[in-house]
């Protein structure tokens, strides 16, 4: 029989970037041939997001491209996937008719039926939602898109928090943990398949546990980590600012492949605000918090997002917060300007602000920490950093781009190495001799592991 092909985007967070792994391995065991372009392919997949208002914009807008490319004959049929399915369900295709498939967050693994309907035009069944799974889906097999040597591990699904401006609980369910031995099995099969990075990732990494065991277990998690043949570097994203015990500050402090890395989104630091966002933290507890993690983990580096123009927050209250991150130097940070989520319960609180004020103080805050990450740029002049490399270096012969410890990928920067014979997953130590806006320049020095 002829080989079907497919062509696949992915779009969204990284866990929706394993989800998308997850189908990807699917379909292709199945027999279908992965393709480049839609434009030829007998089906697309697009694996949406439906976080935020310009996220849901930009996956409608792919899938109006495949729609049009359908419309030419050029694209046999079209899948959709993903959170802004799961999100607007039967809506979905009032507003996209020509979708032949529609998938929930949890009908993924049901990829290769939908894509079967769609080239074969049986769309009796058009729709497939399924009730979020008391048991983790696991997700090994993954045909992956991440370079070889990294990937994302995603360790539960969905969140157990009321954040009063997030979506996410209404998309992804209530948290769900995956237990300890299928986490390791899968961080076995990614080292197996040539991962050196692996990026820990769930809507909140330190609640890993309470669900299932009735007890927070990350710092469990990690250890096992540790032992796995192969990985090299394990990166921690998306804590949430609780659950750092005495154990997993040991353990982020002893382990030498844990890095000194924390993303861990705070949203906020004035108590008012956190109150109304329902964060269920206090300026005191987060300061706390950061001090601890700062005296207990050597040369950690520090990620965090805010969000500005929160229903009423005040000048006074955005000041301090501009003051905060002025205080407590984060190296990476993120600033989103709140986002009217329809479904949330911030959409019923009053004193909605306009966008033109939301924007503003976006850019003042991005331009207060614009300062910080600056000077901590030059400040690793004259350092020696352990980076690992992803590839050539586009702009500079003779120079690979790498990234430290203080770097994820597609969220944070480069470090552009000088240096012969470095491949993709090399590990290799770095002099820093400059930095070039955020990113740093060096040269490499020994030996490379
Ligand atoms: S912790 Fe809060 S912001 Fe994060 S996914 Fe859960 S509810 Fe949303």
């Not at 065991?29 to 849901?56: K, M, S, W």
């Not at 600033?335 to 949330?344: A, D, Q």
Request: net charge neutral; hydrophobic share 40%; glycine share 8%.
């Amino acid at each position: 029989m002829e080989q079907k092909t497919f062509a696949f985007v992915s779009l969204g967070c990284p866990k929706n970037l394993v989800d998308s792994e997850r189908m990807l391995g699917k379909l292709a065991q199945e027999g279908y041939a992965l393709v480049p372009e839609a434009a030829g392919a007998d089906v697309v997949v697009v694996n949406t997001c439906g976080f935020i208002e310009p996220a849901r914009q930009e996956s409608l807008a792919v899938i109006r491209e495949m729609l049009a490319l359908k419309e030419k004959g050029r694209v046999g049929s079209v899948v959709v996937a993903g959170c802004l399915a799961e999100r607007k369900k039967d809506d979905l295709l009032q507003e996209v008719p020509g979708v032949d498939q529609v998938l929930g967050v949890f009908g993924r693994e049901e990829i290769t039926q939908a894509v079967a309907r769609a080239i074969t035009q049986q769309n009796e069944q058009k729709m497939v939602f399924r009730p979020a799974p008391v048991r983790a889906l696991e997700d090994t097999a993954r045909l992956r898109i991440t370079p070889r040597h990294y990937a994302y591990l995603k360790i539960s699904e969905g969140c157990d928090r009321t954040c009063t401006f997030c979506a996410i609980p209404g998309m992804r369910g209530k948290h769900v943990t995956k237990p300890i031995e299928e986490v390791v099995r899968e961080a076995k099969e990614l080292a197996a398949d040539g991962v050196r990075e692996l990026i820990v990732v769930a809507q909140d990494t330190t609640y890993y546990g309470l669900d299932l065991y009735g007890r927070v277990r990350l710092a469990e998690l990690l250890r096992e980590l540790h032992k796995v043949d192969g990985i090299a570097w394990i990166r921690i994203l998306y804590a949430y600012p609780m659950y750092f015990t005495d154990e997993l500050l040991d353990t982020l402090a002893s382990s030498p492949k844990i890095l000194p890395y924390l993303d861990m989104p705070l949203q906020h630091i004035n108590d008012r605000m956190l109150k109304r966002m329902q964060r269920r933290v206090r300026r005191q507890d987060t300061e706390e918090l950061l001090a601890t993690l700062r005296g207990r983990i050597p040369n950690l580096t520090m990620r965090t997002t805010f969000i500005v123009g929160f229903p009423g927050e005040t000048e006074a209250e955005f000041e301090e917060l501009v003051a905060f991150v002025r205080q407590s130097r984060f190296e990476r940070a993120g600033v989103f300007t709140y986002s009217f989520e329809p479904g949330t319960p911030a959409t019923r609180l009053e004193d909605h602000m306009p966008e033109d004020v939301k924007t503003e103080r976006r850019d003042r805050l991005m331009k207060a920490q614009q300062e910080v990450a600056l000077s901590w740029s030059q400040a690793q002049i004259g350092k020696t950093l352990e980076t690992i490399v992803d590839g050539p270096d586009p702009e500079a012969p003779g120079h690979v781009l790498a990234r430290g410890h203080a770097d994820a990928p597609d969220i944070d920067c480069h470090v552009r190495v000088k240096g012969k014979g470095l491949q993709a997953g090399d590990i290799v130590t770095a002099k820093i001799t400059g930095a070039d806006g955020y990113d740093l320049l060096g040269r490499a020095l020994g030996a490379v592991r």
